[in-house]
């Protein structure tokens, strides 16, 4: 599955983009945040105020509790600051 | 038939007049044109500049969405929403968004509403670059956007 | 101090962008502008032009009280209303507000306000001029104009 | 006093402006409105719908209860179209 950061979270993973292998326990986005936490200390940095993080499944907006299902691009991001 | 959205995601400025006439020139179904302009402002005199950052598709996606969602609540006769990214000096442009209508309390509520989704929804960042040299800082979300956007629901 | 508006009672058209332009160059202050254009609509293709009468003195002094009591209520940097009398065309412009502001709830809010204010207390008259040729009428006040002004009080 | 009539009030009257003596029982712009009545029948058809008649002292609206006192100009209109 392919992952997107941005603004402070992309600096806090130090990436913007990665492909990742999904473990066939991960269901819902909040799985899918539990996986990412455990890849490193960067992840972990970037998800440790969960609360504060936005997710969007294909560019579209989604709760932590979305099933991931065939979705081919997760994002993550903060609250978002335009206009 | 609906109208259909006019979306941008640039860098470059835009003129507000000419996407004015875009939805007028021509027509006689035009009563009402509301126009809004968002611009990057530094009343303290610490920015060189805003950075905008974009989820490039998603923001054209989204600002879509929000603008079918206003074309859907309201009689608009066109529609027009523009958002820069990248680094924006104190002064400049940043967003800018046209509503017509044949009314003008339609043309109102479409420019503000769409300003409120646009706010909470459309996915940009910003970022201070500060005259001090001292370290880049994002922007934090405030809750009144969320209370604004919330008026619609 | 509080900002002077801009007020222009004129036969000849605006420029939109001129005037929004006039409220933000060389400020970094202005975080918002709102820009309202009033147009002469005329969708059953029946008019030649509307004829808009006004008391002149009057309608300067009225539309510089409106514009005073909106900065008054609302913490704004710049504030211009234009309206134009005579014969108008359909697709032509009639009047046009535009509001500054650091925010930008306020420029939303004070030029709403001012359109409100401005139908129901500027001493403007609309007369219709018919391509069939038929007896030109004065159009109506509408009760929902008055609605529109009481959601201020 | 200077009299001034605007759009429909203007046309039945037919006079843009004009300049009227007032009788000493005039105190207010009701009583105004019954002297300009009473001129002619040109006049009492522009006042037929008085509630349909907005006015102004010295360029500033006014409610028909009010002291015409100092002014120097009266001036009578339908309710405003503009905008």
Known sequence: MN???????????????????????????SDLIAHLKSLDEYHASAFEEEDAIRVALDQVHVETDAEIGDAREAAFFPPMTGG | MPVAPRISVQTQDFNAQAEADLLTNGRKD??????????????AGTLTALELEHYPGMAEAELTRIAEE??????????TVIHRFGKIPPGDNIVLVVAASSHRRAAFEAAD??????????????KEHLVS?????????????????ARWT
Request: glycine share 10%; charged share 30%.
């Open chain 1, 3 to 29: 992952i997107r950061y941005f603004a402070w979270v992309r600096e806090r993973v130090g990436i913007e983009e990665e492909t990742i292998e999904l473990p066939g326990t991960v269901k819902t986005v």
């Open chain 2, 30 to 43: 035009v009563g009402a044109l509301v126009s809004f302009t968002g611009l990057c402002r530094d009343e």
């Open chain 2, 70 to 79: 206003a074309i859907g609540r309201w009689p608009l006769t066109g529609l």
């Open chain 2, 113 to 126: 509403f769409l300003m409120d989704y646009l706010k909470t929804r459309a996915p940009f960042w910003k």
């Open chain 2, 133 to 149: 040299g001292g370290a880049s800082s994002w922007v934090e979300a405030r809750a009144v956007d969320d209370e604004d956007a």
